[in-house]
């Protein structure tokens, strides 16, 4: 969502001549009054990891699998297996407190409009600016049911007197329906029909019935996909930050819990915005700029997310809190310059300034 700040009615938000001036400074709350308060970002990364949980579930005869099906190291526990798919990282601008800046609004001077995001963004400056979002999420994907090995049993099944019975029963109904299948793609059944469509048909039921009664023996495996959304702000660089853990047995956990191995995020600034020059002369020049409007110059850095096996994700990336602040001159925004200016969301930089 989108706030539009346009003002109006004999008030200005840029110096416009030093006579009819507006002061932009550092804001401080309670002091600075009738004002249009702004914020320059800070670079923050939504990270998502998508993950499959397989969740294996023994079945009620799994141990007569072997003496009646000749199924071999059919397992007796139930267990969860996590893997990790992929990690994807976007980045997005969040407002910076150290950097909120308020602009005085003087009389008798031309009003320009002001595109501030909803959290008080600087988006643009005399022209539309647009606010940005992150793309969705991806959905979870639910594991898919399994037929009721229970509606295949027969009654003869249902009323035995123990499990093992009911497991040697249900072992045969298996092979009854094997031999009908086969029976049926001989066309030696008695019943084999004409159609191509009802024979498949007929096929997939017995196929069904057979998956259904199987997994008593072999049991089932539900497989899921999950997602999970973390945020990190990078603050300075790092080598080696633990971003979270992972657990094959509990899959994400918190990045303190030792029951998963850490998943990296490192942080290299690529020192891509110009240091600042500190002489004398810059300094005067600086200083007849004050009632400008503050911007940042990001700083390009490398972003990897890693553990001990592979490289999950990386990408080089202008981050806001990494560079220089600097000021666009009042000069820009007087009565003959109706400057346009657009900003970057995510890291506060300028993204285009036109002349007219």
């Known amino acids: 969502m989108i706030k539009k700040t346009i003002l109006t ?13 507006t002061e932009v400074s550092t804001y401080r709350p309670g002091v600075t009054l009738d004002g249009v308060t702004y914020f320059m970002p ?12 397989s969740v294996y579930t023994p079945g009620d005869f799994n141990k007569y699998a072997d003496r009646f099906l000749r199924l071999k190291s059919v397992e007796s526990e139930g267990h969860t297996h996590w893997t990790i798919k992929n990690i994807t990282m976007e980045p997005y601008g969040v407002p910076d407190p150290q950097k909120a800046y308020s602009i005085k609004l003087a009389k008798r001077t031309v009003a320009p409009n002001v595109t ?46 123990s499990t093992i019975k009911m497991a040697e029963l249900t072992a045969q109904e298996i092979y009854d329906i094997r031999e009908s299948r086969n029976a049926l793609i001989r066309g030696e059944a008695d019943n084999t029909p004409k159609d191509g469509a009802q024979l498949k048909l007929m096929l997939d039921q017995l196929q069904l019935q057979e998956t259904a009664l199987t997994q008593l023996f072999k049991g089932t495996v539900d497989q899921s996909t999950e997602v999970f959304t973390l945020t990190f702000v990078p603050d300075e660089e790092t080598d080696k930050t633990v971003l979270f853990r992972f657990s094959q047995k509990l899959g994400l956990v918190d990045s303190d819990d030792l029951a998963g191995e850490p998943v990296y995020i490192s942080v290299k600034d690529l020192h891509t915005a110009p240091a600042p020059v500190e002489d004398e002369k810059t300094q005067k020049k600086k200083q007849k700029m004050e009632t400008g409007v503050y911007y940042n110059v990001p700083s390009r850095a490398s972003i990897r997310i890693f553990d001990h096996k592979q490289t999950y994700c990386k990408k080089d990336i202008n981050i806001g809190q990494f560079g220089n602040t600097e000021i666009l001159s009042n000069v820009l925004f007087d009565k003959n310059a109706a400057t346009e200016v657009t900003f970057f969301q995510n890291n506060g930089g300028i993204e285009q300034i036109k002349m007219k």
């Open 116 to 161: 501030l995001s909803e959290d008080g963004l600087l988006l643009a400056i005399n022209t539309e600016g647009n606010e940005e979002t992150l793309p969705p999420v991806p959905a979870r994907v639910p594991a898919t049911g399994h037929p009721n090995p229970r509606d295949y049993m027969s009654q003869e099944i249902l009323t035995a007197g």
């Open 42 to 53: 800070r670079t923050a990364f939504r990270i998502v990891a998508t993950a499959e949980k």
């Open 9 to 21: 009615g004999g008030l200005a938000l840029l110096a416009l001549a030093a006579t009819a001036q």
